[in-house]
Every structure is written in C-alpha cells, then in structure tokens.
C-alpha cells in the first residue's frame, strides 16, 4: 500500500480557490490512479475526481464538472485538486485515495486513504 498524507485545505469565501495536496509515500506512486472524495457533515463520502497513472485520463462528478482540475506530478508523488468558484455545499472533508485500477470513481476500489483535510466555504 501506499501512504498519503492531504494538504491545502481551510477557510475560504464562495467564489474562491483552494489548491489540495497529497503527497504520496511508499510503493510506487505512478503505478496508482488516484481520487479525490469528500464527506460533509451528516452525509456520505462521495467521489470528486480522479485520475490515470500517467495523468492523462481524469473523470468527475457533475457537482465539479467545470471548476475542479484533477493532476498529478509523479515526479514528486503528489497529487492535486484545484478548486475554483467553491461553494458553500463544496465545505466537506476531503480525502486523497490511491487505487491498483486504472482510475474508479467507486470508493472500493481504493485501498489506500489519506487522513482527511478540511475545506470550508463560507457565503
């Protein structure tokens, strides 16, 4: 398994920009796709994003179609989500995961999960 490890949450207005982290330790990062899920208060985990090994395939919920980017750079075994045009409903837990599929937007398919970051966005 591979170990992860988010950044780059916090407090931010509607309207603006975060950029999440997750760097990535351990077995080989670039053979992993990568995902971005989060969980508000009271609901379910959800899927956000994710991508192929090599970058170059990603996918989306309709809920960040249009204002969240997916990327990676596995020369520095990170990944990252670049939020844009945040809403107060994006304010959740958002979580980095790494699956041995090519990419999934299915939480199973993860086995390897970061602790969590913390993304508020206040109206």
């Known amino acids: 398994q591979v170990q992860l490890v988010e950044s780059g949450g916090g407090l931010v207005q509607a309207g603006g920009s975060l950029r999440l982290s997750c760097t990535a330790s351990?077995?080989?990062?670039?053979?992993?796709?990568m995902g971005w899920f989060r969980q508000a208060p009271g609901k379910e985990r959800e899927f956000v994003a994710a991508?192929?090994?090599?970058?170059?395939?990603?996918n989306y919920a309709d809920s960040v179609t249009g204002r969240f980017i997916i990327s990676r750079d596995n020369a520095k075994n990170t990944v990252y989500l670049q939020m844009n045009s945040l809403k107060p409903e994006d304010t959740a837990v958002y979580y980095c995961?790494?699956?041995?599929?090519?990419?999934?937007?299915?939480?199973?398919?993860?086995?390897?999960w970061g602790q969590g970051t913390q993304v508020t966005v206040s109206s």
């Open positions: 995961a790494a699956t041995e599929f090519y990419y999934s937007n299915l939480e199973a398919d993860y086995g390897s």
């Open positions: 351990g077995r080989t990062f670039s053979s992993y796709g």
């Open positions: 991508v192929t090994w090599s970058g170059k395939t990603t």
